[in-house]
């Protein structure tokens, strides 16, 4: 028997919206939960994946603008949860997250993964540029970044945070932070009572600073590549090892 989880609500602009709503430019979001409205998930691994695109209409560019392509910090009913684009893979050994579910859910396919529906992952195609990689239940497609269809839409995956783990013992390592409206990642160069000091990373720099570091409240930008960090603020943290 297939448990589904019934869990937060779509939002366009704000406003509720029913799993499946067609999108018209809107600005889209995931909050707490409004009876009627719920997002049906299935479990897998750590996390929940939903059983449909919750909104059509919608490009990659517009996904990763929104911080959803590789992940954006959201809060459902008093919980935390980094909400994200499945990764499926653009060739042989690569991680694909939607083949590993497939082998757990393949029987329920045409009850719940919705046929005729693709939704976007994270990868672009090896060696292309100006598209990503889109999967229906089993076929995979090549799109334009901003290609935008009434078949093309947003599955998000969810996991749930777990506690802080990072502290001054990690001094010298990556991590990466989370807080609301997005993550910083860089070395750690000093944790204390109250703050993480990080310096910036090449390799995660346009992610960390070029998509608007100044808009995160719990962060400062200290010279070029310094950030300090709030702790008070910060939901989440991961160390790359």
């Known amino acids: 028997m297939v448990l589904v989880k019934f869990l937060g609500t779509l939002y366009l602009d704000g406003k509720p919206a029913n799993p499946g709503a067609p999108r018209s430019g809107e600005q889209i979001s995931i909050g707490d939960t409004v009876a009627g409205k719920e997002i049906p998930f299935l479990p897998w691994g750590k996390g929940l994946v939903a059983t449909l695109p919750l909104c059509n209409n919608i490009s990659w560019n517009e996904l990763n603008e929104m911080g959803f392509a590789t992940g954006k910090v959201i809060k459902i009913d008093g919980r935390y949860f980094l909400c994200r684009l499945l990764r499926i893979g653009h060739g042989p050994g690569d991680p694909n997250e939607w083949n590993d579910i497939l082998s757990v859910y393949g029987n329920v396919t045409t009850t719940y993964w919705h046929p005729g529906l693709q939704f976007w992952g994270q990868e672009a195609p090896t060696g292309a ?15 334009p970044d901003d290609a935008i269809s009434p078949i093309v839409g947003f599955r998000p995956f969810l996991e ?16 990466r932070l989370f807080g ?8 750690l160069k000093s944790s204390d009572e109250y703050d993480f000091v990080v310096e910036s990373t090449e390799r995660m720099k346009p992610r960390a600073f070029e998509q608007g570091i100044e808009s995160l409240r719990w962060a400062k930008l200290i010279g070029d590549k310094t950030v300090v960090a709030k702790k008070s603020s910060i939901v989440w943290t991961d160390l790359f090892t």
């Open 129 to 143: 540029t100006g598209c990503h990689l889109a999967r229906g239940v089993q076929s995979v497609y090549k799109l």
């Open 160 to 175: 749930p945070f777990e506690p802080l783990s990072v502290n001054s013992r990690h001094v010298g390592k990556e991590v």
């Open 180 to 187: 609301e409206g997005g993550s910083i990642t860089g070395i």
